[in-house]
């Protein structure tokens, strides 16, 4: 996959992210209600993103409910923290 810095970016808060970034919404199951039909492909799909450069994933807690903040959790468990990363969660930012 080609990557993608040459998106440019923008500063969200005091974090500069690329423009280009990944939709979670469609993690989710059919109707993004419920875990989806291949855990382990909805894993690899973040895995790629975040191997590719992305750095912003758009997600809340309302699709599956609560799955696909799951599967990001699971995902990126074994990436390291990076300074300055958020978890945005019904409007309240966590660091």
Known sequence: MPSIDKSGTYKLGDRSVHRLGYGAMQ???PHVFGP???HDAAIAV?????AS????????DY???YVTNQLIREALAPYPQRPGHRHQDRGTARQ
Do not use: F, Q
């Not at 450069?53 to 809340?60: K, L, Y």
């Open 27 to 29: 993690l989710a199951g």
């Open 36 to 38: 989806p039909k291949d």
């Open 46 to 50: 973040l895995r790629e993103a975040v």
């Open 53 to 60: 450069g992305v750095n912003h994933i758009d997600t809340s």
């Open 63 to 65: 699709y599956g409910p």
